[in-house]
């Protein structure tokens, strides 16, 4: 066991090499707090990760009803025993006196305290009058990808199916609604393919827009594991900044931001010309080789190279490094979702996985990455703009089977447009067509693009904002009724990372004051708005974590996120991949081994967008295209970005991540070792463009778009010329309570990728000035 008191100096802890094939060896790392030691522990109570999306199996030690400290778990599927630096410090936040202890009610414009049932009743009052005056469409949930599965189920069926309204989305839709998008677009259904053991088997490795070393630090230990032992995977990294990845890679493709598409095509180009296609497997298991070839014939390398000024050269040997892997894993992240062409760009890289035949073997595959620990149970949920269990809500017979499902009359469910993405949501909500909000573990006056906009839609009085949270966020300080939530180590749920493993997340301590689960929450409302199905019984029909979860499983059989072979029992040894059956109790490693996909016409969860433009695809078309249900290759052409540099702003903007911090810091703000590693909020500039603007190290700058200012210190970096880096953790709030604007969602643009509707944080223009 080590104790990692360096983690911060060095988030990934000491190497323990592994060749192909071999075993990832255990290391346990662990934290305990000052003066405690293993033997005064009481319990440890297993849960996962919190603060990112690799579901790394934790324990938390508890001593005298606290949370004293955190180890990994050894067994674990994921993490062989290690903890990322913001877990072995983070849960420190749960004891933070900073934590909601009663719900708050406005009144007379102040957030004062209140009892539950004053705060429920106005809730309760509030959404009866809108739906007496207005009906279902005037009520929204905005909810998370940090809640627990059955938080999330319960959420779907009182929104989609008590209430009837369409306007359920998650800050799922900032974080993974491209990776969704892209796997419906090329395996007609949300579901990753790949496994983190297929790190183990690789021998080439490719990261797109992924900054797995500061985001997913336990996957780069067992990436770097790998490197350090025989016959290590060569590495491919695009990123336009010089990261850990990038430093560690055998290519370093930097794209100007926003050109993602241009360099997939360009790549997709070389691996046809080349022929390096697994005809076998495109024949037998895809549709749209013709349409693909044709579309990248002329995206020569050096077309590619004037878009997005990278070598051509460069390009060439990266494509050959993709065409000639025998074992290709490949991951995508942010630097894709949230950039331009975000959807088009990462259905490029499953078309690479697809040409190639990389698909259900170790070593191959992709991950279409998640963000969140818990974003993948809001898609498979229903919770985030998607229908329960993978369901098409464009097949009548998959709403039907969730009314029967439910015992609730099928009109009810709304199925007659898509579901409303989380930008649109705020628009009705600007426009006052949506009247009542409910924001749950999000905290959007701080994620959100463009917050001038984001605030004062929020702050109006015509919306009735309801904000459930363990914080008093910058999110709460506008609402109108506070509600105080457990957090993890509080209550129990299940969750599932961004393999497909679900973990059993224990409940460890009491949590503070009257703060209550989201699940015990959202329950309350539905008895106090005495929902009920069509024999008049209460619905939802759970009333506990378990019974919750007993529901979700039956919600899920048949559906490609299957949990029958789940139970709570089963999940105390250890994370398990869905899907998961009696017939596979083991659960599933890989999807697609069997080259079948979730494609059918009658099964899949989409019928596909247009990848340029959005436009929906009929399902009469899709039946057409994809008769059997196979995997489709989707080319699309690359345009230029809405908003590049001018004279006027003439820096690309990109925002995202330090290892050091989560989001907007609600959490990792409040350990110390964690904040005094990045308290503030800096930019990072190349060392030409520093010195064309005569900045130096810690200097203080103005960075500009169209949208407002920050101001930041400067950090020198390997950033390629041209583009400016901001991390966005950091709100308009500093610890001592100053206002400063210093957000990096000042700066962001209201604009969406037209297929998977994500905001576009990572492409805008700026101008960079010295503060005097
Ligand atoms: N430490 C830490 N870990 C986290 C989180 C956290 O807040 N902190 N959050 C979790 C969540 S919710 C998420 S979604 C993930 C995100 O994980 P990542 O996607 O790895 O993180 P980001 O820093 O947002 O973006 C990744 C990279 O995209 C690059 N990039 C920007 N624009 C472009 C572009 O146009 N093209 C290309 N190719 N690259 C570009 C950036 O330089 C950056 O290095 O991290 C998870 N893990
Ligand atoms: N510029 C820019 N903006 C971005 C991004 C970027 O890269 N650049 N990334 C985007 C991405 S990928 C993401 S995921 C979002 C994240 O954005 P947010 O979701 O807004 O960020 P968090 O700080 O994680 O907010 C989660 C909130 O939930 C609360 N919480 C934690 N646990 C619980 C719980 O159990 N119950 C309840 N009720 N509350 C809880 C926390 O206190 C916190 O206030 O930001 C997006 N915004
Ligand atoms: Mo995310």
Not at 101 to 126: F, I, K, N, Q, Y
Not at 298 to 319: F, G, K, L, M, Q
Not at 651 to 669: C, D, E, N, S, W
């Amino acid at each position: 066991m080590s104790t990692r008191n360096d983690a911060i100096t060095d988030p990934w802890g000491p190497r323990t090499p592994y060749g192909p094939g071999q075993p990832w060896p255990v290391r346990v790392d662990s934290h305990l707090a000052d003066g405690v030691t293993e033997d005064d522990v009481d319990r440890w109570v297993p849960t996962a990760a919190v603060l990112h999306s690799n579901g790394d199996g934790l324990e938390l030690a508890v001593k005298d009803g606290r949370i004293v400290g955190v180890r990994g778990w050894a067994g674990d599927r994921v993490n062989h025993g290690r903890v990322d630096v913001k877990d072995l410090y983070g849960w420190q936040a749960n004891a933070s006196p900073d934590r909601l202890t009663t719900p708050l009610v406005r009144r007379d414009g102040e957030l004062t305290e209140a009892s539950w049932d004053e705060a429920m009743s106005l809730v309760v009052s509030r959404s009866r009058e809108l739906l007496d005056e207005q009906g279902p469409g005037a009520i929204g949930f905005y909810t998370s990808g940090q809640l627990f599965c059955e938080e999330y189920y319960t959420l779907a069926a009182i929104a989609h199916g008590a209430i009837g309204t369409n306007h359920v989305d998650g800050n799922t839709r900032l974080c993974t609604a491209t990776a969704a998008a892209s796997l419906k677009a090329s395996f007609g259904c949300d579901g990753q393919p790949a496994s983190y053991t297929d790190v183990d088997h690789a021998d080439v490795i490719a990261l797109f827009g992924h900054n797995a070393a500061e985001t997913q630090s336990v996957l780069w230990a067992r990436m770097l594991d790998r490197l350090a032992g025989p016959n290590p995977p060569a590495l491919l990294c695009v990123d336009p900044r010089e990261t850990p990845v990038a430093r560690a890679a055998t290519i370093h493709l930097a794209p100007m931001p926003g050109t993602n598409l241009a360099l997939m095509n360009a790549l997709l180009h070389e691996i046809v010309a080349h022929d390096w296609v697994d005809h076998d497997f495109v024949d037998r298991c895809t549709v749209g080789y013709g349409k693909l070839a044709g579309l990248v014939e002329d995206c020569t390398p050096e077309w590619a190279a004037e878009i997005c000024h990278v070598p051509a050269a460069r390009i060439r040997d990266a494509a050959a490094l993709l065409g000639r892997s025998e074992r290709l894993l490949c991951t995508v992240l942010q630097g894709f979702y949230q950039s331009h062409q975000a959807s088009a760009a990462s259905v490029a890289v499953n078309n690479v996985v697809l040409l190639r035949g990389m698909l259900g073997k170790p070593g191959c595959g992709v991950l279409q990455m998640n963000g969140q620990p818990t974003a993948e149970n809001t898609r498979e949920c229903g919770a985030d703009g998607d229908l329960t269990g993978f369901r098409n809500w464009a097949n009548d017979a998959h709403v039907a089977e969730l009314a029967k499902l439910w015992n609730l009359d099928q009109i009810q469910i709304p199925h007659y447009s898509p579901p409303t993405h989380a930008m649109q949501m705020f628009r009705y909500a600007e426009n006052g067509t949506m009247r009542m909000l409910w924001v749950s573990a999000t905290n959007p006056a701080v994620s959100l693009p463009d917050l001038r906009r984001i605030r004062s839609i929020l702050s109006q009085d015509r919306l009735f904002l309801v904000v459930q949270d363990a914080f008093r966020t910058e999110t709460a300080e506008l609402a109108d009724v506070v509600l105080p939530a457990a957090m993890w180590g509080e209550k129990t749920g299940v969750f599932t990372n961004a393999d497909r493993t679900v973990h059993l997340s224990g409940k460890a301590v009491d949590p503070p004051g009257q703060s209550r689960s989201d699940l015990d929450i959202f329950l309350d409302y539905a008895r106090r708005m005495d929902f009920r199905d069509r024999d008049g019984a209460p619905f939802p029909s759970w009333n506990d974590p378990e019974s919750a979860f007993e529901a979700w499983k039956e919600a899920s059989a048949g559906r490609p996120c299957d949990y029958t072979g789940l139970t709570y029992d089963k999940l105390r040894g250890g994370g398990i991949q869905w899907p998961c059956t009696p017939e596979r109790p083991e659960g599933t490693e890989r999807l697609y081994a069997d080259g079948k996909f979730f494609a059918h016409p009658d099964y899949c969860e989409v019928y596909g967008r247009d990848l340029v433009t959005g436009a929906p695809m009929e399902p009469t078309e899709y039946r057409a295209m994809n008769p059997d249900g196979k995997a489709m290759l989707k080319p699309a052409e690359y345009v230029p970005p809405h908003e590049p540099p001018s004279p006027e702003f003439p820096f690309a903007l990109i925002t995202g991540r330090t290892v050091y911090q989560f989001h907007t810091r609600t959490k990792t703000g409040r350990a110390p070792e964690l904040n005094d590693a990045a308290p503030e909020v800096w930019v990072e500039v190349s060392e030409q463009d520093a010195k064309a603007h005569d900045l130096s190290e810690g200097d203080f700058a103005e960075i500009t778009t169209p949208r407002g200012a920050v101001r930041a210190r400067v950090r020198i970096r390997g950033i390629r010329e041209g583009v400016l880096f901001l991390p966005f953790h950091y709100g308009y709030w500093d610890t001592d309570g100053g206002e400063h604007h210093r957000a990096a969602n000042e700066l962001t643009i209201t604009e969406w990728d037209p297929v998977s509707k994500q905001p576009l944080f990572k492409t805008a223009a700026a101008a960079l000035g010295r503060v005097r």
